[in-house]
């Protein structure tokens, strides 16, 4: 038990820095190598991470089993519903062209809000594989 | 959602769209076929209640259909239709191209999707638990949503993301069956698909390798100068033998008794009856849409292999079917060997040959979905599914059995009923190249199907009810009306083939000038084949 | 009406049958009601178009498209003509006799019985009234479907077994043989049409191809029971006697010999077979049949038995006078189809109404019966006496054209057949009707009177009918002919000249 | 090259070993290292995913599922002749398709002149992201992107069907009430 | 001397197809479910690098653009294969799934094992 002091606070000082990381992974995406995909792995590594160092109860209550089954069909939502928005407005499935007036802001924007999308499905999916196996163990 | 209006209407709005004239509803038709699915699918796994979740799913599986025959309609009328997905023309972006082929398929899974539907809600509260109703749901439509966007895309690559979609909601609806060997067959189908996509992955690159390109037409235009490179001809090869693995081409098929034997009753209907059949359609467009019949002139040696291979693909697993004890695992049997016979048409490389394989695809689909949907009936009233069994079953559960005989029929090829309709031109096609042994094949198969199918007519009908056969639950009325929807429907396209046979007519012309535009009339690239008189 | 309306009527009177007697199936009365009742329509619409087409007329009517080129249609000719009102008569008389039979055998699942009979004869109709291959082949399946439960109806071991034979046996045949055939014609023609003259006449086959061509339609329409392909016919047997009158008079082996005249006349044409030969070695076959079906029948002691293998016989005089391939002898050939079907089917009423009043189903057992069944053994005597072909019967009639055609044809063998074959006609039939009458009963008390126990009385009037009926066709001969002329026509100037000239221009297409 | 080559060996481990814990840490290396050489590649994107994908999630995975069974492989029982043709089979035809293919690293190979070059000419124009994977992988094949996160989705419903016992009242806790997952399996 | 320099010059796919054969080897020759899973990945990796390296221009950088430089590698192949990855995690999350439910069922991860089960159920039937 002792032993685990350590563990705990270093990943109690890691764990901020890695949610961060995230954030710069999705928000820098655009300039950068990552996005929506590799930010919502790190999201989930680092609640992985809480839950082994912390228990999975502890995960739990962080990032609760609701919460993670919603939003993994919200992420799908969000980027479908932005091709349905286009549609709306007149144009394909997906083309960000109409979303703001200028279409190449549209573009960069629309990208954005789908990475978002993308990062919420992945977590969310992601979190949910893992708790679906880490409680299966349980009696 | 909300969110994107406020932001879109805060820097001008509608008033904002760029460029070019804006899409009115019959022109987005091909992007909602894919969305609605996908929409519909997040919307029934967020909604816990099941019966919403259904409420959902039933939205879009009465939708779909409309949007299909919509979008045959308007191919029919005006050509092929091109949608470029995100407003980027192709190759650039991906481009969603339907022609005669693609949207008489659309039809198909979507219709199959829609009776499976209004089929399901009994038979699923039957057979999986409460709380797993929504997830089940979503994982039909996203199953949906998967064949239709393999059925309708124009890239290569987006093929295979929609066969893995699919693929693993296919895992996954399998993997519910209540019997444990459930688990193991959706574990080996899991295995076997994911070689057969990795493969197909694997030829898509070398050719992307050689072009640069993953639009289908483009792809055909670029490949035009290699196609015999070895390169091309490895392309070609992985891609075959990728979906061979798919759909249960013989002796690749065994992955596919068992998921289909031990699957959910809803489940098995709709993959029996589209999923196989949306692979062969992906084969169908490489071989002669990318490629060209030409290039399998120049493999005419393979193709008379390809056909041998079909003909024993459709008598072996007959007779396999014949000593089956499991209903559910002899229907599934035939359904291999009915794959045998769609490729045999897809094989012969003629018109009468292709327009019977493509028809016997539509035909094959709405014979083996009643089947197995009076199967899931009999397992709902009496929960058998031993042939044995069945012994007296047409007298307690005439109507469900009743479907049986007729859809039954269909399979063996009666005349009057759809079945018939493709086999007449399968033959034909064979004896227009003076194939007789192809003839020989494809009536000796529909000679075992008269055993496989009347063993169990015989001992339903003929036999004194014991058991659960003797005192059935009485059945669900909307399961027996989708069931015999479909029983009339074999037997209105043995008599009515506008659609069963006439648009795949007009699809094995499309297909047979390729994407490359029928460089070479049909009757000179038959060669070395004779023709008939 | 429009003859159009009547040809659908034709067809749609024995199908709403099949949808009316299950809606009646709590009430015997009733349902039995909605089965003469459509017989009786029908037979009124098939007489109205009799008279139609005796005055010339050549109705059709086109359904749709099904495949490429091949439509469901419709459309009357002579041949046609004949073999629907056979099967609509016969139904009449047939339904009759059923209800005595089947209420006096207390037979269960009596609504599906009717039901399956009425498909059956709607199914006779279509093949009758086919206008090209592929209608008449729906139609002969249809046929065979929907005559599988009637024979599988006593659902026991046995008749689940020979059920099974008569399924698969017929099943194969057109399948495997028939279909191809078929395909093969409309691929080689282009069309799979009956044409006056012969579909294949302009396709350019080689003889040895048509030799091959046609042994795969005579084979595969397994229902003209040409060995070897005759074994579902005894082993059908195994059902009620109403459904082995439907399979010998009315309707099955009917259609199989109708449909071989018809691919003779229609498909092949007696021109081109005549200067190929080409159908030469099945008339051989046929020839052999007759004679060896006869010898079989011959050892049977079991009486429907021995019915069934003279039935195999008699239909192999129809297949061998077609493959002969002279107009006259394609007339004897038409004929004899109706004059076997009043004939065989008085036998098998016969036969079923001695097991139904005396429970007999073996020849050695009727010692005597004739005293106790008067009537039914005389009705007996006389479909015996029409089978020979003794006058003043039918049977006489059509034997006489088959063997002047083949005579006219140089083909004097058949004439040696058919003698022979009356010959053992009279060995297997004649001792059963002698027994009856003048050997005494075993079970009798020298001396004392034999009780008369008849068969019920619907089963009488349906003996009695089909007795009468072998009377006047054979005086109503000159209408038959007038009606089957046509047929040849073209095809050879004898039987052109004897066609009365107002039914000269009576063409099919 | 290097890494290639002991991307090779770690392999040849993967088939020998038999204590599937080695192999799983085995495989993990191996998911670095093919990171390592999709770095050489230029793919950047692609190896920062690979490193988070295999290394990562797909470790914790296999672990997990390791945990739930056994971590000791039995021994075979049927000789390996006929893997050993199927995939010799599988080498002869790549060996013999990809003789064919444009050398490593040209600049002139069709793919690199096909719709690639297309993308780098004017994503920045159309979209103003520099990141031009990003640009084509959100836009201008946003719609395989949008397939992607619908895998991603379907495999976490299909997991949770196939694993998540049936959940009591302690929604939080998502606590086993004793009802199996799904109804097979627990016999 | 050509033959050696087509040899070098064709390495990465030589690699390549090492790497297949390897992973397609495990998934057929294993029975252990698990290990098949990871030959399956290594087959899957390996054809990412198949579309990794043609797209590879010598000399290019990663395709983020920078005013700079002139010559990228081509991004196309990047963008199906981040797709291609993820598909291939999610294929092994539910594959993983399986062998848990099929190792509770059965109580083995052995896939012949397991089948000789499955036979005797059916032969049971």
């Known amino acids: 038990m002792r032993l685990d002091v350590i563990l705990r606070i270093a990943a109690k000082l890691m764990i901020p820095f890695i949610m961060l990381f995230a954030i710069y992974v999705q928000f820098h995406g655009h300039y950068s190598p990552g996005g929506g995909f590799q930010a919502g792995v790190i999201i989930a590594a680092a609640v992985i991470l809480y839950a082994i160092v912390f228990g999975i109860s502890a995960a739990l209550r962080v990032m609760p089993r609701a919460a993670v089954e919603f939003m993994v069909p919200l ?42 999308g993308v990062l919420v499905t992945v977590a969310g999916a992601m979190l949910a594989i893992f708790y679906a196996f880490a409680l299966r163990g349980r009696p | 959602m909300s969110l994107i209006q406020a932001i879109s209407a805060a820097a001008g709005g509608a008033a904002a769209v760029p460029a070019g004239p804006a899409l009115g509803l019959i022109e987005q038709l091909p992007g909602l076929q894919v969305a609605l699915p996908m ?41 092929p239709i091109s949608y470029e997905m995100g407003g980027w023309e192709p190759p650039v972006g991906i481009e969603y191209r339907i022609d005669e082929a693609n949207a008489f398929l659309l039809v198909l899974v979507s219709i199959m999707m829609a009776m499976v539907t209004i089929y399901a809600p009994r038979a699923t509260a039957s057979e999986i638990p409460a709380r797993l109703h929504s997830w089940y749901y979503a994982m039909l439509l996203i199953c949906f949503c998967g064949l239709q966007g393999m059925a309708i895309t124009g890239d290569a690559f987006n093929i295979f993301v929609f066969m893995e979609i699919s693929s693993l909601a296919m895992y996954a609806l399998i993997a519910m069956g209540k019997d444990r060997r459930a688990l193991v067959a959706a574990y080996q189908y899991l295995v076997i698909g994911t070689i057969g996509a990795t493969f197909y992955v694997l030829g898509i690159g070398l050719a992307f390798a050689l072009t640069g390109t993953l639009n289908l037409v483009d792809l055909a235009v670029k490949l035009d100068p290699v196609q015999d ?14 979906i061979g693995l798919k759909l249960a081409l013989f002796p690749l098929h065994l992955w596919l008794p068992n998921a289909y034997a031990f699957a959910p009753s809803v489940a098995t209907a709709l993959i029996a009856s589209t999923a196989t059949k949306v692979a062969v359609y992906i ?20 193709t008379a ?66 089947l197995f949907l009076a199967v899931g009936c009999v397992v709902y009233s009496t929960g058998i599914t031993k042939i044995d069994q069945m012994a007296g079953l047409g007298r307690t559960m005439p109507l469900t059995m009743g479907a049986f005989v007729v859809a039954g029929l269909g399979l063996i090829g009666v005349p009057g009923t759809a079945g018939f309709v493709s086999k007449w031109y399968l033959i034909q096609g064979a004896a227009e190249v003076g194939y007789w042994w192809l003839v020989a094949a494809i009536v000796i198969a529909s000679l075992i199907a008269v055993f496989y199918v009347g063993r169990v007519v015989e001992l339903a009908w003929f036999r004194e009810a014991r058991g659960a056969a003797a005192s059935p639950r009485a059945p669900a009325p909307e399961m027996l009306a989708v069931t015999w929807a479909l029983a009339l429907a074999v037997l209105y396209f043995g008599f009515q083939t506008d659609i069963s046979a006439g648009v795949p007519a007009q699809a094995a012309e499309v297909l047979l000038n390729g994407y490359t535009g029928g460089a070479m009339p049909v009757a000179e690239t038959q060669g070395g084949v004779s023709l008939g008189e | 009406m429009e003859s159009e309306t009547l040809l659908w009527m034709s067809l749609g009177i024995p199908a709403a049958a099949a949808f009316g007697i299950p809606l009646a199936g709590r009430w015997p009365n009733i349902r039995e009601g909605v089965t003469l009742v459509a017989a009786g329509a029908l037979f009124l619409t098939v007489m109205t178009l009799l008279l139609r087409v005796l005055d010339g007329e050549r109705p059709e009517a086109y359904g749709f498209e099904v495949v490429d080129g091949v439509a469901l249609a419709l459309a009357v000719e002579p041949l046609g003509m004949l073999f629907a009102s056979v099967a609509s008569t016969l139904w009449i008389v047939n339904s009759i006799y059923s209800i005595g039979y089947m209420r006096g055998n207390n037979e269960p699942r009596q609504t599906p019985f009717y039901i399956c009979f009425a498909v059956a004869i709607a199914a006779a109709i279509g093949v009758a009234f086919s ?10 399946e249809i046929l065979t479907v929907s005559t599988y439960p009637l024979v599988a109806h006593k659902a026991n071991e046995d008749a689940r077994t020979n059920a099974r034979v008569y399924l698969v046996l017929l099943m194969a045949t057109s399948m495997v043989l028939l279909l191809p055939a078929i395909i093969w014609t409309y691929v080689a023609a282009g069309s799979a049409d009956f044409i006056q003259g012969g579909l294949l006449a302009g396709a350019g086959l080689s003889a040895g191809m048509l030799t091959l061509l046609y042994a795969l339609y005579i084979f595969g329409i397994g229902k003209a029971a040409v060995m070897p392909v005759h074994f579902w016919l005894p082993a059908a047997m195994v059902a009620p006697t109403p459904v082995s009158a439907l399979l010998h008079a009315v309707a099955v082996v009917k259609a199989g010999v109708f449909c071989v005249i018809k691919v003779t006349v229609y498909v092949f044409g007696l021109d081109l077979l005549t200067e190929t030969g080409a159908s030469q070695p099945i008339a051989y076959v046929a020839g052999f049949t007759v ?50 079907a009043v004939s065989k089917i008085t036998l098998f009423f016969g036969a079923g109404c001695i097991y139904t009043a005396a429970h007999l189903t073996k020849v050695s ?32 009639w059509s034997k006489w054209w088959i063997g002047v055609g083949a005579v006219d044809s140089d083909n004097l063998w058949v004439v040696a057949v058919l003698m022979i074959s009356s010959l053992l006609n009279v060995a297997y039939l004649v001792p059963i009707a002698s027994r009856g009458f003048f050997m005494p009963p075993k079970d009798a008390k020298p001396g004392e009177p034999i009780a008369v126990a008849e068969a019920p009385l619907p089963c009488l009037i349906a003996i009695c009918v089909t007795a009468g009926l072998c009377v006047v066709l054979f005086f109503g001969v000159n209408e038959l002919e007038a009606l089957l002329l046509p047929i040849t026509e073209g095809a050879a100037p004898a039987a052109a000249a004897q066609a009365p000239a107002d039914l000269a221009q009576g063409a099919i297409q | 090259m290097v890494l290639l080559t002991l991307i090779a060996a770690i392999t040849v481990g993967i088939i020998r070993l038999k204590n599937l814990f080695a192999v799983v840490v085995l495989f993990s290396a191996y998911s670095f290292l093919m990171a390592s050489v999709m770095l050489v590649l230029d793919a950047v994107d692609v190896a920062l995913t690979e490193a988070a994908v295999g290394a990562g999630i797909s470790t914790v995975l296999l672990l997990g599922a390791l945990y739930l069974t056994k971590s000791e492989e039995a021994p075979a029982r049927f000789s390996s002749l006929v893997p050993l043709l199927v995939a010799g089979g599988t080498a002869v035809i790549l060996v013999w398709g990809t003789w064919g293919l444009p050398d490593f690293g040209s600049a002139t190979s069709p793919v690199n002149t096909g719709v690639g070059s297309e993308y780098i000419a004017r994503s920045y124009e159309e979209t103003h992201i520099p990141n031009v994977v990003t640009a084509v992988l959100a836009s201008y094949r946003g719609f395989d992107t949008l397939g992607e996160v619908t895998v991603v989705f379907t495999a976490a419903i299909g997991v949770m069907m196939l694993l998540n016992r049936g959940r009591g009242k302690g929604e939080t806790q998502g606590e086993a009430d004793g009802v199996g997952g799904g109804e097979n399996g627990e016999g | 001397m050509e033959l050696i320099s087509a040899i070098v010059e064709h390495y990465n796919y030589w690699a390549v197809i090492f790497l297949m054969v390897g992973g397609l080897y495990i998934v057929v020759a294993k029975s252990n479910m698990i290990k098949t899973l990871i030959g399956m990945a290594l087959f899957q990796t390996s054809v990412y690098l198949l579309y990794l390296s043609p797209g590879k221009v010598l000399g290019g950088t990663p395709p983020i653009l920078d005013k700079a430089i002139k010559t990228y590698s081509n991004p196309l192949p990047h963008v199906l294969i981040l797709t291609a990855i993820v598909v291939g995690v999610a294929t092994l999350a539910m594959g993983l799934a399986l062998i848990v439910r099929i190792n509770e069922a059965y109580g083995s991860i052995e896939e012949d094992e397991v089948i000789d089960l499955v036979d005797r159920e059916d032969a049971a039937e």
């Open chain 3, 131 to 140: 206008a090209n291959l592929f209608t008449l082949f729906l139609f002969y």
């Open chain 3, 365 to 396: 057992e009727l010692d005597g019966i004739g005293r106790r069944m008067p009537v039914t053994m005389t009705a007996f005597l006389v479909g015996t006496l029409s089978i020979i072909g003794l006058p003043p019967l039918i049977g006489v």
């Open chain 3, 291 to 340: 004679i060896m079906a006869s010898l079989i029948a011959l050892m049977h002691d079991n009486l429907k038995k021995r019915l069934a293998f003279s039935t195999v016989s008699q239909l192999s005089y129809v297949v061998m006078a077609a493959a002969v391939a002279s107009p006259l002898a394609i007339l004897g050939a038409a004929m004899h189809i109706a004059a076997h």
């Open chain 2, 283 to 302: 084969l169908v467009r490489f071989v002669y849409s990318v490629y060209g019949v030409d290039i399998s002139e120049t493999m005419a040696y393979d």
């Open chain 1, 75 to 116: 992420g799908v939502g969000i980027y479908a519903g932005t091709g349905i928005v286009s549609m709306l407005l007149g144009r394909p499935f997906l083309d960000y062209d109409p979303l703001l007036a200028d279409p190449v802001a549209g573009q960069y924007w629309g990208v954005f809000i789908v990475e978002v």
């Open chain 2, 39 to 79: 929409l519909g699918a997040v919307l029934a796994a967020l909604l816990r209640p099941g019966w919403l979740a259904y409420a959902v799913m039933l939205v879009v599986a009465l939708l779909s259909p409309v949007i299909s025959f919509a979008i045959l309609h308007e191919v029919l009328a005006y050509g």
């Open chain 2, 305 to 370: 292999f390809v056909l041998l291979l079909a003909s024993i693909a459709m008598i072996a697993p007959s007779l396999v079917a014949v000593f089956q004890s499991n209903v559910k695992r002899m229907l599934a049997y035939s359904s291999v060997a009915q794959i045998g016979y769609i490729m045999v048409g897809v094989a012969l490389l003629n018109e009468a040959g292709l327009t019977g394989g493509l028809s016997h695809l539509f035909n094959h689909a709405i014979i083996k979905g009643c």
């Open chain 2, 229 to 242: 490179s070895r390169g091309a001809l490895a392309a070609l090869a992985f891609i075959s033998v990728g």
